[in-house]
């Protein structure tokens, strides 16, 4: 069926395709869900264990790990295979569990988030991966409307599961949640999910220098921000320095892990992945401090301000909905632009918001920057799967997840070199901490109106042939 067509909701979940998309919503729903439920039940595990100095960490390994598997995923899915490749990383993921579950300290607890994030990451990248070679290119922005449904539903449910297993039960409840839903996971994979080729495909290397320094790279970015302005800025520059030169190390080797161009101007796929990066950089802004700035300016209580900075999530995912049976390709591309202009308008409305006082203009705010993600997010997905080769698609689509959570690492660092740079930690009252969150905001400002020319150049880079491959033919 070609691309003109359009493809119905309820062509996802029948027989021919309902197993798989429930497979990539359990693989998106483990790292949605995992977020909040380790986030919740970690203060309450360092109460017990003691340790606090290092609760930061337990994000930041799952994190770095998280990106490094999601970089080698490609690879890896080439050397065993769809099936072995999702089952061993959902089998890495589930000794992380148990690891953390049963810690007797700190050091196992990070053990355990260590595993979990190297698991995670590669189910993620792989679950990329699988969606332009199951379904035709007509039900993708579908999927990627499911999976903003399930950010959403983790974004209210998962606070409140994770509060109830660690209030009524243990926090290592909250963390054997996960084994239930691994093994259902691993168990439909092996029934539904391809095995390897039998083509005969070259043994890949092992790009263990590359993902070091990817590695490494994001570990300087976490750190950046926890550091004191001066030090963050030295951190951030190596780290940058760190990105660029594994890129450059990838481009010169016999067995890539990105796709040609990654990162390249002059091609869709390079531009467009900006845009995956720098959207992400920009709405970390808002998600790391809004909640935060509404208890401490406006005296809400947690539940309050969670649902409001919830209200982003619920906006990405109806936005996704509403625009995913779009079939015109001019259309697509006024809504890639669209995405990053409506996140920066939105990220300045949230600081309207907060400095006025004014919270309908904050929750329009919040609305906008749910959009700007919701609209844009799965065609532009859709765009870079269409415009690489055959032999390059498992490398962006496994790179795209990748590409996003070093986008949200950078920009959460970024927001607190900017954020304690303008003495944020040390202000008191209302006056003072308006006006040291305000350069954090017009960073992220800033952030999307770079990721909208990079939007602008990805849309007018695609062309008709971008569209001729077998996966588009669908």
């Known amino acids: 069926m070609s691309d003109s067509q359009s493809g119905s909701w309820a062509e996802i ?36 264990l003691g340790g606090v100095a290092l609760i930061s960490w337990a994000l930041t390994l799952y994190l770095v790990l998280a990106i490094m598997g999601g970089a080698g995923a490609a690879l890896l899915k080439q050397r065993l295979g769809s099936r072995m490749a999702l089952i061993v990383s959902g089998g ?51 999927v990627f409307g499911m999976q903003a449904v399930i950010w959403a539903v983790a974004a209210f449910g998962g606070p409140v599961l994770a509060g109830l297993l660690t209030e009524l039960v243990s926090w290592r409840a909250a963390f054997l949640i996960n084994v239930p839903v691994v093994l259902i996971f691993a168990a439909m994979v092996a029934f539904r999910v391809p ?45 940058a320095a ?19 161009g990654a990162f390249w101007p002059d091609t869709t796929v390079g531009s467009g992945l900006w845009v995956a990066l720098l959207m992400p950089v920009a709405g970390a802004t808002s998600a790391v401090y809004l909640v935060l ?61 907060l400095l006025t006082g004014q919270l309908a203009v904050l929750l329009v705010a919040q609305l906008a920057i749910g959009a700007g993600f919701g609209i844009s997010n799965g065609y532009l997905n859709l765009t870079l799967m269409e415009a690489s080769s055959d032999a390059d698609r498992d490398r962006t689509s496994a790179l795209i997840p990748t590409t996003q959570s070093a986008g949200n ?66």
Request: glycine share 12%; net charge positive.
């Open 293 to 353: 700035l509404v208890q401490q300016l406006w005296g809400y209580g947690p539940t309050l301000a969670g649902g409001i900075g919830a209200v982003m999530a619920v906006a990405w995912s109806l936005s996704a909905i509403v625009v995913a049976n779009v079939r015109q390709r001019e259309t697509r591309k006024v809504l890639i632009r669209t995405g990053p202009a409506l996140l920066s308008l939105g990220l300045l409305g949230v600081l309207t918001g």
């Open 92 to 142: 890495v993921f589930l000794v992380g569990t148990l690891i953390a579950a049963n810690a007797s300290s700190m050091t196992e607890v990070l053990i355990g988030r260590s595993f979990q994030g190297l698991g995670e990451g590669v189910v993620a990248a792989i679950c990329f991966a699988l969606i332009p070679e199951l379904f035709p290119s007509r039900l993708v922005p579908k």
């Open 13 to 48: 979940f029948t027989p021919r395709y309902a197993t798989v998309t429930l497979i990539l919503c359990l693989g998106v729903a483990l790292f949605a869900f995992n977020a909040f439920l380790a986030s919740v039940a970690l203060p309450t595990a360092v109460q017990q």
């Open 409 to 474: 690492a950078i920009g959460a660092a970024l927001a607190g070199v900017a954020a304690n740079g303008a003495g944020y930690a040390t202000a008191t009252g209302a006056a003072a901490i308006q006006q040291a969150i305000t350069p954090v905001f017009v960073l992220g400002a800033a952030m999307a109106a770079l990721a909208f020319l990079a939007a602008w150049r990805t849309a007018g880079l695609v062309r008709p042939q971008d569209t001729s491959s077998s996966f588009a033919a669908g």
């Open 195 to 239: 095995g390897k080729s039998n083509d005969v495909v070259e043994s890949p290397g092992f790009p263990g220098i590359r993902l070091v320094v990817i590695g490494g790279g994001i570990m300087l970015v976490a750190l950046a921000g926890i550091a004191p302005p001066l030090q963050a800025t030295g951190l951030l520059a190596g780290a």
């Open 242 to 260: 760190m990105l660029v030169g594994a890129v450059q190390l990838d481009r010169r080797s016999r067995t890539r892990l990105m796709p040609t």
